[in-house]
């Protein structure tokens, strides 16, 4: 593993993604392709990269599922919901959360990590798209986005300050989330997924009508990931589409 | 399909569950395993109830995946976290989200359904368990949790209405909801599972330390599953271990 | 289930595709789309129609999972193989194998069905195509062919004589069974996968480079399941691309 | 990637198993399970072994999802079509085979390896077990298995002959192989699989009813794996079950 496979982009107020590991390179698509024994090279050469373009264009997607990459991503509930659901076939793994209770082998209460909440700047409120599709339209004028910003503080605010209480009655935490303004919740969690994986979420998520936060993410991913594999990912994700 | 297939279950406050689909039977996981031509019975006999308890003993599972069940759900966000992500394999597909304006040919603005959020009744609110494990302790007294069933309504009156305040000036619906105290908003998906993965859902789910609001939609599949497939769902879930 | 559920389609000198189980119909990849309860209609809307039709064009496939066909299947060896591995995320269950016998709980002898073996007519023999590409060229000439349909018989006979004679003094059939000419061996098995995974098998083995004897399989499934999903199959799979 | 990662176990008469990547430790397993922010150390510590021992005794598997590793395996068919069939969710890339003429960019003509072939030596022929269950039963006496160690290379010899025949006249090679004795032709692949998927294949196939041969490769997974993730191995494949 070199030293900078261990990268770090931040994304929104609060949010980054990391890179933890990475699992092979654009050779390992080639050699997955060919899987012939003692021909691994320490190079990369032309008929290797001609195979890659090769199984890209003709949707060949299986020899791109043995290599690997892994992240740690912090970033707001809503966002996190949307990742998970339409990646079938990678591993999510979340800490900071329901069960973690359960695997703490002392008996002192576990100390929740203090919530942290996504609140956009008066200038970054998006007005709803014209033409009724998802996605967002123009921001709104900073003079009208200062109002939802410091209401939505002082609502974080206020949650808070009756979750805090109803865990100090002794209120299962499970249940005193319940006052959390919880879509811009930070959360933590490990991401595993094939280089295939990767790309399929980045065809989604860096898509113009995606949501804008998530679109962040995704370039984020995009910057960490294409040094790995500069061929797969460019025959996979040409620049002209993204 | 026969009539008694379309079951509904209430479930909290305003959730429910209810059995969209069925394909197959018993005899399905018992012919499945066997996989002989022609010799599709339409009665359960004594020998394929051996061959679903063998099949259930020795882990042998993969029969239980040729059996489908389809659900329909609503229920507050945090139930359908945990119920997502421990759920490898089955299909998810939820409609009251992010994505159904895009398939709205209309240029008709997409109207939300009104936001449905769960609160506990006065004597609902769980304590924390004594020994620091997940899950809740006893329920509070009624005239403790009076005053946060109470506050939690006040909340979400007041963040329903920044929401709805956001929504009418133009704000785009995916940021507006930042406002909601979503862990206990209703949504509503469908779920399509094999025999085996709601069996293994059921035997996470109906285990004491899970949440109990989870634990209520678990037993509500049990309810609706088991007269479908009485043999398979006896083998996997004992009843002494439920 | 309706009686026109249960069909059969043969396939090659002994093979067959069966349709045992549907669950759903077109409209349950609108509904699942749509998760809006209690407007289950019993017909399929023109609006239902232009649904799916943008569900497919834009590449939504997640309400197609919901969505299930149950085929059991006899086939060579050969194509059970691909049809295996290009299929993630699917069931399979195989009977006559390696562990049928596990579950025979009679202490008699398990009795192997007949071995039966897939041989080409002598004008079924396709020649390597010029191009070297995968695939087949022309048909060689029958008096050409003649001389390899015998042989294959004969090859054959002499294989299944050791394979009985090495049964027969005691060898365990999971080693006396390396001496049949495996590729041409038919297997049964049963196959259960979404629609969305279906018309994916249909568009890789519908190409005309794909395997003859598993193309005639793909167009046995495709008269299989498009009575049952018209609109579904027509979008994912237009007639011009087949 | 530490040198001592590349490794090689030679099973069978011309079978290997190569260890070709890993991704992560034991202490992956313990980080993606409590997903703390700059936490990482370089050393397992007992806090990390006890929380290992946890999950791996609870069933909470997902962490072990995020520890990935990649073989290269060579084996015969028959020990192939076990691997794939019972490894839902691990990815499989087989080269020598129907497709790879596909992506052979020069128009020279495929240049098949010469097929291999499995042929248990005189005193390695196992006899049917007494009771009928799967799997094998003793050895027979070297003096009768003699005879089928020579049969089994003369019908080899006559079905390759056969086999090259077909190809020198210019049939189709996805035809010409019907004549292969293809059970136990060496099959190459890569499988990249998660150490939770590792260690399911390996209670399974480390079993004593499991077939001796799928047996030996299991045994130099295990080999190679547990040097990787000792703590974790440890616990999910407990010394005493193994």
Chains 1, 2, 3, 4 share one sequence.
Not at 27 to 45: D, F, I, P, Q, W
Not at 214 to 225: E, N
Request: glycine share 6%; aromatic share 12%; proline share 5%.
């Amino acid at each position: 593993m070199s030293e900078n496979n261990a990268k770090h982009v931040n994304v929104l107020d609060h949010g980054y993604v990391r890179l933890n590991d990475v699992m092979g390179s654009d050779l390992t698509v080639a050699n997955s392709a060919r899987v012939s024994y003692a021909k691994a090279s320490a190079e990369l050469t032309d008929r290797d990269r001609r195979l890659i373009a090769f199984l890209a264009r003709e949707g060949h997607t299986s020899p791109f599922r043995h290599a690997i990459a892994q992240f740690e991503i912090h970033a707001p509930l809503m966002v996190a919901r949307q990742w998970w659901k339409y990646n079938v076939g990678s591993a999510h793994q979340e800490g900071t959360g329901d069960s973690l209770d359960a695997w703490n082998e002392s008996s002192r209460r576990y100390v929740t990590e203090e919530p942290v909440f996504y609140v956009p700047g008066a200038d970054e409120w998006r007005s709803k798209p014209e033409n009724s599709k998802q996605g967002s339209g123009a921001n709104l004028p900073g003079y009208e986005g200062e109002f939802y910003t410091r209401r939505l503080f002082e609502i974080i605010d206020e949650c808070e300050e009756m979750y805090e209480n109803a865990m100090s009655i002794g209120i299962a935490p499970e249940q005193a989330r319940l006052f959390l303004p919880a879509y811009g919740m930070y959360v933590r969690w490990y991401w595993t997924a094939s280089l295939q994986s990767v790309c399929h979420f980045l065809a989604q998520r860096l898509a113009e009508d995606s949501q804008a936060e998530i679109q962040a993410y995704a370039k984020a991913i995009l910057t960490l990931i294409e040094p790995h594999f500069p061929v797969a990912v460019g025959e996979l994700m040409p620049k002209g589409e993204r």
